[in-house]
């Protein structure tokens, strides 16, 4: 059950890093992480990569 939470927060997270443009720790908090540094952990184990990097690979975010 935590695995299928974590997948689902990623899921909303990634949407917030590629339409909005939040700061990293406000959608870490409103995705439901502790911190941004767990969030950071998480989303590197999940996606392969950090949600900053993840951000600037879409046209028009920075």
Same mark, same amino acid.
């Given at each position: 059950?935590? %695995?299928?939470?974590?997948?689902?927060?990623?899921?909303r997270a990634k949407d917030f890093l590629r339409h909005s443009s939040m700061p990293?720790?406000?959608? %870490?908090?409103?995705?439901?992480f502790s911190s941004s540094s767990h969030f950071s952990n998480a989303f590197r184990r999940e996606v392969g990569t950090t949600p900053v990097a993840y951000r600037g690979a879409w046209p028009g975010k920075a």
């Open positions: 059950p935590y %695995a299928f939470i974590i997948r689902r927060r990623i899921e990293v720790t406000d959608i %870490a908090l409103s995705c439901g």
